[in-house]
């Protein structure tokens, strides 16, 4: 399956660091204005130029991805069961700490573990994704559980998830709904 866009919360804080940039590159072009030279400033300029590719190159990939989202939907009011991959790009580990949906009035991260021949579900407060590394969701292990439909949905709707990290970071995820005898 094609890895789904995610929108990251970071958004704000990149428009906050743009305009930083904003303003260090107008007392820069003010620097190089009164350089009198025109060589230096040529020089300066270079420099300036490598510092913000620098930049850019470093916020373009998110600490967080999700991919491969959906949720296999049950009639009615029944709980629905969201599917994902959390991956990390980072060089920490981050903590999934928290869901909530729009969509939904409760969120919740289960696992289904087997006792023999018995399966149950149990909650899971926190799920840790190592550093550069990968937790995937599938029925029979870890998925969210979603209950109390707000609206109506139906196979071929998106619902939005919003999943919040350690770090602080939220990570807002679309995932299609797709009829129940679907498992993957
Ligand atoms: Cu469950």
Known sequence: ??????????????????????????????????????????????????????????????????????????????????????????????TLVGMTSPDYGMAMLHQTTNEGSLSKMIMVDKLTIPAHGKVQFSPGNYHVMLEQPKRSLAPGANIQLQLKFSDGETVVAPLPIKPPGTTQ
Do not use: F, H
């Open 1 to 94: 399956m094609a890895p789904i866009p995610s929108i990251n919360s970071r958004t704000t804080s990149s428009n906050w660091q743009s305009k930083v940039e904003m303003l260090k590159m107008a007392s820069i072009s003010r620097l190089i204005s009164q350089t009198s030279s025109g060589a230096t400033s040529r020089r300066v300029l270079a420099g300036i130029l490598l510092a913000c590719a620098g930049t850019l190159a470093s916020a373009a990939a998110p600490t967080i991805a999700i991919s491969d989202g959906w949720v296999r939907w049950l009639p009615g009011e029944l709980p629905a069961a969201g599917y994902l991959t959390i991956t990390n790009n980072g060089d920490k580990p981050v």
